[in-house]
C-alpha cells in the first residue's frame, strides 16, 4: 500500500487525505467542485500547523503537504495508480452510485474501493461496480485528525484479504479499527443519530434550552460535547440523513427524525459549516 486516492475535498475527504499523507502515503485528493480541493488544502495546513505546534507530527507541515496532489477532473485520478481509493462524497444514494460506477470504470483493477459512507450500504455500493470483492466501508470519525476510531465494513461480497489489508492501513495511520456488519449506520452512528435525535425532541418540546440540553450531557454524561453541538458539527443535514436511513431501513418508530431536525434543515440551517445550526458560528468556527 503506496498510493491513496481520497474521493471529495469537504471535511471528512481533507481530514482523510490529512492523515492518510501523515502516514506517509503518497496522496491524491479530487473533488470537481471548483475551489474544493484548493480549500481542504488550506484546512489541512492550519491543521498541521497546530499539530506541529504541539509537537504531535515529527515531520514540518510542508513536507506533509508536499505529498498531497490535487485533482479536479475525474480522468485524470488514474494517473495516481492507487493502491486504495477512500470515497467521503454527500450521502446521497444516485450520487454516490453513480460515482462508484465511474471510479470502478476509471480506476486500475487492482484499487480497493473505500467508502466513509456513515450509513448507505456497501453491499450495494459494490453491486454499483464490476468489483465487489474491492469495495468496503471505512468510516472515520470528525474531526478526523483527532479522533482515534475508524469503523471498517465488509460487505457481502468483500474478500477477506481486502478487510485486512484495510484495516492494517487504518491502524498505519495510527487509529484504532473495529468490525461492524453492513447494517444500517452501522455501530457509532446507530448508538449516536437516536442520542442526537432525542435531544431535537427535547428541544421541539421545550424541556430544556439547547444550552441546557448540552450541559446536561456534557457535565452530567462527561461527554466533550453536548449532542446539539455535535449535530452542528457533524451536520443537521448528515444527521437527518442518517435518521432517515435507520428509520426506513430498520422501519422502527424509534428512529423517526425530530420535526425541529428536520426543520432547521428544510431552513438551511445545516450547522458549523452554513454558519448557523441549533448555534450561530462564526466564521472562524467559535460558537456567537
Ligand atoms: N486538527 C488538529 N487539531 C485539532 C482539530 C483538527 N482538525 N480539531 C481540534 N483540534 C485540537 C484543538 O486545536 C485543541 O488543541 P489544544 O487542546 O492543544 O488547544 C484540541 O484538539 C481540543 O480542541 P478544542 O479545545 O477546540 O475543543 P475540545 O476540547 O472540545 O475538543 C473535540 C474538540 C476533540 C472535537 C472534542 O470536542 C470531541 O471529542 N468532540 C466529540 C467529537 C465526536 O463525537 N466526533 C464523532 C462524531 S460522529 C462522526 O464523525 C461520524 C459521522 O459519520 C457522523
Redesign the pocket.
Same mark, same amino acid.
Not at 468510516?139 to 479522533?147: K, L
Given at each position: 500500500m503506496e498510493k491513496i486516492l481520497v474521493v471529495g475535498a469537504g471535511q471528512?475527504g481533507a481530514?482523510i487525505a490529512?492523515v492518510s499523507a501523515q502516514a506517509g502515503f503518497s496522496v491524491g485528493l479530487f473533488d470537481a467542485f471548483p475551489g474544493a480541493a484548493e480549500r481542504a488544502m488550506e484546512?489541512m495546513k492550519?491543521? #498541521?500547523a +497546530? #499539530?506541529a505546534? +504541539?509537537g504531535?507530527i515529527q515531520e514540518k507541515p510542508e513536507a506533509v503537504i508536499a505529498r498531497v496532489r490535487v485533482f479536479t477532473k475525474m480522468d485524470e485520478v488514474a494517473s495516481l495508480d492507487p493502491d486504495l481509493m477512500i470515497e467521503a462524497i454527500t450521502e446521497n444514494v444516485e450520487i454516490k452510485l453513480k460515482l462508484y460506477a465511474d471510479l470502478d470504470r476509471v480506476l486500475p483493477a487492482k484499487t480497493i474501493l473505500a467508502s466513509? @459512507? !456513515? !450509513?448507505i450500504p456497501i453491499t450495494q455500493i459494490g453491486a454499483a461496480t464490476k468489483r465487489p470483492d474491492k469495495v468496503v466501508g471505512m468510516? /472515520?470519525?470528525? $474531526?478526523? $485528525?483527532?479522533?482515534k476510531l475508524v469503523e471498517v465494513i465488509p460487505g457481502l461480497a468483500t474478500d477477506p484479504g481486502v478487510l485486512a489489508t484495510v484495516l492494517k492501513t487504518a491502524e498505519r495511520m495510527g487509529k484504532t479499527t473495529i468490525v461492524a456488519k453492513d447494517r444500517p449506520a452501522f455501530v457509532?452512528?446507530r448508538i #449516536?443519530?437516536p442520542l442526537i435525535n432525542e435531544a431535537f425532541f427535547a428541544l421541539g418540546e421545550g424541556l430544556a434550552s439547547a444550552e441546557d440540553i448540552d450541559t446536561g450531557v456534557r457535565l452530567g454524561l462527561n461527554? $466533550?460535547?453536548g449532542p446539539l453541538? #455535535?449535530a452542528d /458539527?457533524?451536520?443537521l443535514d @448528515?444527521?437527518l440523513a442518517?435518521l432517515e436511513v435507520l428509520h426506513k431501513q430498520l422501519g422502527e418508530d424509534k428512529y423517526r427524525p425530530a420535526p425541529v431536525l428536520r426543520q432547521y434543515v428544510q431552513a438551511g440551517w445545516y450547522g458549523k459549516k452554513a454558519g448557523r445550526g441549533v448555534y450561530v458560528w462564526e466564521a472562524g468556527g467559535q460558537k456567537k
Open positions: 471528512m481530514g490529512q484546512g492550519k491543521s #498541521l +497546530k #499539530l505546534e +504541539k504531535q466513509n @459512507t !456513515s !450509513s468510516h /472515520f470519525m470528525n $474531526p478526523v $485528525p483527532i479522533m457509532v452512528n #449516536l443519530m461527554h $466533550p460535547m453541538t #455535535l /458539527f457533524v451536520g @448528515t444527521c442518517i
